[in-house]
Each structure stands twice: as C-alpha cells, then as structure tokens.
C-alpha cells in the first residue's frame, strides 16, 4: 500500500492511481493545489502494484536510459510555429509527424478557466492548445489510462510533460507497451502549486473588475527570447 511520509517523494504523477484496478487510491490536493494519492483501505488488497509502479522506488525500472545522453539542438523550420512556441518549437515538429501518421498527442492545456490539465489531440488545432509553457502542476486525471488503451489498441502516442510525469507514465504503461510511446519532457525547475495560479487569477481578474480570457506565460511576440513575463487579455479589451 502506498503511504506518502514525506511529500519529496511523490509528483502527483497518478500512475499509483491508475494501476488501482480497486479504485482504492484517489488524488487529493493540499492546501497549495498539489496532488497526492490517498488509499480507501477498505478497498485496498495489499496487491503492492501501486508501491511497484511508483517512479519513487528504488527498484524503477531504468533499462532504457542511455550511458550517457545524447544531446541535439533543433529549430523549427518555419518561424511562425517559433514564435507562437517558447524555444524552437521542436514539440511541433515531432508532434505533427505523429499525427500524421495516425497517431494522438498528450499535452497540458487548460480547462474550467485557465485550470491546467493534460489532455489528448488527434488534429493540430487540438494539440495548439499544449504550446507554450504552462507554469502549474497539470492534472493528469485518467489520462495515464487513456495513454495505456491507445497503445493497446495500436496507435502511436506522444506524451509531453514534466520529467517525473514522464517517468511516471513510462512506469505505469510497462515494457511490452513502450515500443510507439514517445516521451517528452520538458526541463523542469519545479512547478508552481495550482491553487497559486488559482489565486492569482482571482486577485488579477478583481484588481482590473474584468474577466481574462487570454493568457501567456512567456510572451514571446511582446517582449523577445530572453524575458519570463505573463500576458493576460482581458473580455473588454484590457491587457
């Protein structure tokens, strides 16, 4: 049974959650937004597949990691899809490449006003959603099991995320699986808690007595490659 003591040791990735065949773990959020996994004890078997799928143990599976990493740079060959990106826009290219060869793609993008979650896409206008930086722990939901029942069925899946959310999944789809999930992640500092970006809003939204409907978290149009600063729209026009 997974029991959380100390909260370095879990992301809130939610492969615990998704292996539960019991539905015994669920994902609850602490007072900054982030989520942990809670077990129901009374639907809890002992079986141990949620402690052996944490990225956390010390028996993760790190067979496919290189010796030592390979290391390329690449651009976008086409400067509008550079600059509506935040780098080079390489996430475009390998996820066009993937959607043209039938496949879907699963990134963060947004949901009940600027919430960030993960989500899937099987055209380019769905998967513009996931550009850009989204600096806020997303919430997986069950998108860890769609993952798992795409590639069951023979699709080709890209997944972009942070890189405790990618060694999560990777834990949780197994071996026989991995063979057409590309994985993603991003370089991560740590994320910011949800309910701060909640709050945030909030207190942007109440400051200006207007609605936003538009958000950047690195503009990159406005004010160049260098600068790490949010632009919000508002409904009547502020900004």
Known sequence: MIEIKDKADCCGCTACA????????????????????????????????????????DNYDTDLNLPKPDAYAARHK????????????????????????????????????????????????????????????????????????????????????TPCQTAGLNSYVGRRLREHLILVDIVCHGVPGPNLWRDYIAYLEKKQGDKICWVNFRDKQAFGWKAH?????????GG
């Open 18 to 57: 998704s292996v539960c065949a019991h539905g015994a773990i669920t994902m609850k959020p602490d007072a900054m937004g982030f989520l942990y996994p809670v077990v129901d004890r009374s639907k809890c078997v002992d079986c141990g597949l949620c402690d052996k799928v944490c990225a956390f143990n």
């Open 78 to 161: 086409d400067m509008h899809e550079v600059e509506t990106s935040r780098s080079g826009a390489a996430f475009i290219a390998m996820s066009d490449y993937v959607l043209e060869n039938g496949g879907v793609v699963y990134g963060a993008g947004y949901t009940d006003h600027f919430r960030v979650v993960h989500k899937r896409a099987t055209t380019r206008e769905e998967r513009d959603e996931f550009k850009g930086s989204k600096y806020v722990q997303s919430d997986m939901n069950t998108v860890f099991r769609q993952v798992k029942k795409d590639l069951k069925d023979g699709l080709i899946v890209m997944f972009s995320g």
């Open 229 to 237: 600063r949010e632009t919000f729209k508002f409904v009547n026009g």
